[in-house]
Each structure stands twice: as C-alpha cells, then as structure tokens.
C-alpha cells in the first residue's frame, strides 16, 4: 500500500488565524467543507495540498457560501468577533502532503510546514491515504478523516 507524508493540525482558532495570515484565501472550497490550498512551500520549492477537512456531517453555516465560510469564520476569529460557526463546529483540522506525489520524507516535510504555517503539527510521518479515503468514502462521509490521519500515523 502507498504511503504519503503528511503533516496534520487538529483545528483550533490559533490554527484558522495562522491559516489565514500565512496560507490566505483558499484556492478551492468545496460543498462538503473541504478548503484547499496548493502553494510552493514545501521542502525543496515542491508543491503542497493544504487541505482543511470537514467535521463529519458537516453544515454550512446559514448566511454563509461555500466559497467563502472559510473567509467569514477566519475573518471574525482574526478580529475577536463572533465568527457564523466555530470553527471546530465546521474543520477537524489541517493536512499538509505533496500535492503532486512527490517522494518526500516526513522530517523536512514537517520543518517545511513549521516554516510555512508557524505552528508544529499534531501528528507528522506516513500516511494510507488511500485506505482513509475509503473508509470516509464507506461511511458516506461520517467520519473524521483527520481521526482516521492521526490514527493511522499513531499506529
């Protein structure tokens, strides 16, 4: 089975903040949560999948679009306000990988993504991304892919 390395951030509202000053808007939202970013930070100058994964079951908050639930939330969190969800309520957390399937070792993968975003990740090494797929995929997206992430790279 093909393993990945990756980095992975539970979500907290320190995390959507250095998300937004460090990474900025999201390249791509998606109707089930999913915020992506592809930037040129990795190891090397490779390019990494920034994606912010959904809760299981996940709601738009009302008022809100999917292209930009990331903007409102992170903006409210930035300024002290009352953001239209917490943030925990709507992402499980952070995953940073070569987007492109580059052979990268999980160290300077991770002293990359230091550099990048300013926080240390929760979990860091290889990853089955393929089986967590399957398994989110099984489950008609009711379970945490970032559970799934940080299990697989305790296990």
Request: glycine fraction near 12%.
């Amino acid at each position: 089975m093909p393993r990945t390395a990756t980095c992975v951030w539970t979500t907290s509202a320190a995390l959507v903040e250095a998300i937004d000053g460090r990474l900025g808007d999201p390249l791509d939202s998606y109707v089930n949560g999913s915020q992506t970013w592809l930037l040129d930070n990795g190891p090397g100058g490779i390019t990494l999948e920034w994606r912010l994964h959904p809760v299981a079951g996940y709601q738009r908050p009302a008022g809100t679009g999917t292209y930009d639930v990331f903007a409102r939330v992170a903006q409210a969190v930035v300024a002290g306000h009352t953001p239209p969800a917490a943030p925990q309520a709507l992402w499980d957390g952070l995953e940073a990988f070569p987007a492109y399937e580059d052979e990268v070792e999980p160290a300077p993968l991770r002293a990359a993504v230091v550099e990048a975003l300013g926080i240390e990740p929760d979990g860091w090494g290889m990853v089955d991304h393929d089986a967590i797929g399957d398994e989110w995929e099984r489950s008609g997206g009711r379970v945490s892919i970032v559970e799934a992430l940080l299990r697989d790279l305790a296990g």
